[in-house]
């Protein structure tokens, strides 16, 4: 178990780049492998969550590999083409790559089980397995709908209309993935946008996808029997990792930092919108598109930041950011009230306890909501610090007050940082390069 503790004497100055999308890097991977023929990636994110993506579609007869330039080379099977794996899919850490994943095989006549660590352990996967069995998948699970998982697909599955009940992009895209072989037209109705990569990557790779805007929500629909073609893809920087530099920045007095290559896809940028209404001093320069995706750089300078409420409707589009945005709103003028964030009580741990148990430890006064946070600001001023933060492996957790400890008056140290490589490779080693010091 390594700790870990960032300090920062100096601002934090400099151009870097972010790991690669890790919610595009999953769907790169299981879609190249239902592609036939060679799917080409750059920028792919190589941290441990991706990686057990990779692993797993191998085991069903995928051919993956990375050549010394960095290039990844996918060799798909094609859709029904996956082949009953021999060992169980140890999933590590990746709640994505488990809800997709089942999604992938419940229209294919295999049986998977799925492993994983503790915490992915106690992860409800009702959501997922509620849609799937309406498809024809059976599943035999632990209690409570946990892992370890072992399901059986159905071919041909049942397509079907799914209603999401809570918003969420991996219950769209494990019920889309299904249909991809089911005969007809499967559909999920989402009432708030969730993010879109899994709609723009099928598309690109060839599937059947319609979007459409009803009086019930928004409807994507997929045309089942797909012939998937390979594709040439560019994987652009993940701004959920891009969220920890620019909140960094944000809070380190005299910081002027440039992230390059950043997706800024409108379904994900919740985060940037918060951060410019509370006042923080961003930049989006060059806007462009790469492969089908929003891309930007960011220049992000440290500046006052004012507490505000955020609208609970950007939570689908800020989710995994609401951890660093609460350090943020600890070093805000006034409170930040952010609501509606039942899921995060669900993720790789209850990131709202934690949280609120972490900064009140390091002196920053909260008030825990059932569905939220509210984070009274020290308007600009170094939090005390002085606690050791037990990340409970959630690596958002351990980067997030990895973070905070860049303006600390006493130390803060994260009692595990092993769980940051699962999203966010190099963390320690970018933060050195802009100036900091880790302990």
């Known amino acids: 178990m390594a700790t870990l503790s960032l300090q920062c004497n100096t601002p934090l100055t400099g151009s870097v780049v972010v790991p690669g999308d890790k919610s595009m890097s999953h769907r790169a991977l299981m879609l190249g492998s239902l592609a036939v023929g060679e799917t080409v990636v750059t920028g792919l994110l190589e941290g441990e969550d991706v990686l057990a993506t990779a692993a797993a579609m191998r085991a069903m007869g995928a051919e993956i590999g990375r050549d010394d330039a960095g290039l990844w080379h996918i060799h798909g099977v094609g859709v029904g083409g996956l082949l009953q794996p021999r060992v169980a899919l140890d999933m590590g850490n990746s709640g994505t790559s488990t809800r997709l994943l089942m999604g992938v095989i419940a229209s294919h006549r295999i049986t998977a089980t799925f492993i994983g660590d503790a915490s992915l352990s106690a992860r409800p996967m009702r959501r997922v397995t509620e849609p799937l069995s309406t498809m024809g998948a059976q599943f035999t699970t632990a209690p ?146 790469v492969g089908g995706e929003p891309v930007a750089d960011l220049r992000v300078r440290h500046g006052a930041l004012t507490g505000i409420e955020v609208p609970p409707e950007w939570a689908a589009s800020m989710i995994d950011e609401y951890p660093i945005l609460f350090v943020a709103a600890a070093f805000a003028s006034g409170s930040t009230t952010m609501r509606g964030l039942e899921e995060l009580r669900v993720k790789e741990s209850d990131r709202i306890a934690v949280m609120a148990q972490g900064l009140a ?42 973070v905070l400890a860049l303006n600390a008056t006493a130390a803060v140290t994260v009692d595990d940082a092993a769980p940051i490589g699962t999203s966010f490779p190099g963390f320690v080693a970018l933060f050195q390069q802009l100036g900091a010091v880790a302990r």
């Open 361 to 402: 430890a390091c002196g920053v006064s909260v008030d825990e909501l059932p569905d939220g946070l509210i984070v009274h600001g020290r308007s600009g001023d170094a939090v005390a610090g002085g606690a050791t933060i037990a990340a409970m492996l959630d690596h958002r957790i351990a980067m997030s007050f990895a």
């Open 144 to 289: 409570g709908e946990r892992l370890p998982l072992t399901m059986t697909g159905c071919c041909p599955a049942v397509p079907i209309r799914y209603v999401l009940p809570v918003a969420s992009a991996q219950v769209k895209s494990a019920v889309l993935l299904a249909g991809l072989n089911a005969p007809g037209i499967t559909s999920v109705v989402e009432r708030i946008a969730t993010r879109d990569h899994s709609e723009r990557m099928l598309r690109g790779f060839g599937a059947t996808v319609t979007v459409e805007d009803s009086p019930e929500g928004r409807i994507i629909a997929v045309t089942g029997e797909a012939e998937l073609r390979p594709q040439v893809l560019t994987v652009p920087g993940d701004i959920s990792s891009a969220a920890f530099v620019i909140v960094a920045s944000l809070i380190v007095p005299g910081s002027d930092v440039t992230i390059t290559n950043v997706g800024v896809n409108p379904t994900r940028d919740g985060l940037l919108r918060a951060l410019i209404a509370m006042g923080g001093n961003i930049e989006i320069l060059s806007p462009r598109t």
